[in-house]
């Protein structure tokens, strides 16, 4: 239902631009977001964005990172300027309650920056 794309592997001060795709009932109806998980720690939120565009962004990116939504194609993207070594994981996109919930998720996009 939600499936990422655009990951790979980038110098430390490189830029990204993940993909979600989902289908336009989820699209429509909640809100979306990138989270991430590195090895060895948790999941975090990354960025969220809700049906009627209102953002949130995580202290740790925000300034280099930004979260949008192509309505016509119900897709999400996370634009990622900037990297950082610390940014490397696997990023996955889901929608909040299923973060909430912990279900639902994918196998990810792979984010891998070199210093």
């Known amino acids: 239902q939600l499936v990422e794309s655009g990951g790979g592997l980038v110098q430390a001060g490189g830029s990204l631009r993940l993909s979600c795709a989902a289908s336009g009932i989820i699209f429509s109806i909640n809100t979306v977001g990138w989270y991430r998980q590195a090895p060895g720690k948790q999941r975090e939120s990354v960025a969220t964005i809700a049906p009627g565009g209102s953002t949130t962004i995580a202290d740790s990116v925000k300034g280099r990172f930004t979260i949008s939504r192509d309505n016509a194609k119900t897709t999400v993207y996370l634009q990622m300027n900037s990297l950082k070594p610390e940014d490397t994981a696997v990023y996955y996109c889901?929608?909040?309650?299923?973060?909430?919930?912990?279900?639902?998720w994918g196998q990810g996009t792979q984010v891998t920056v070199s210093s």
């Open positions: 889901n929608t909040r309650r299923n973060y909430e919930l912990d279900v639902g």
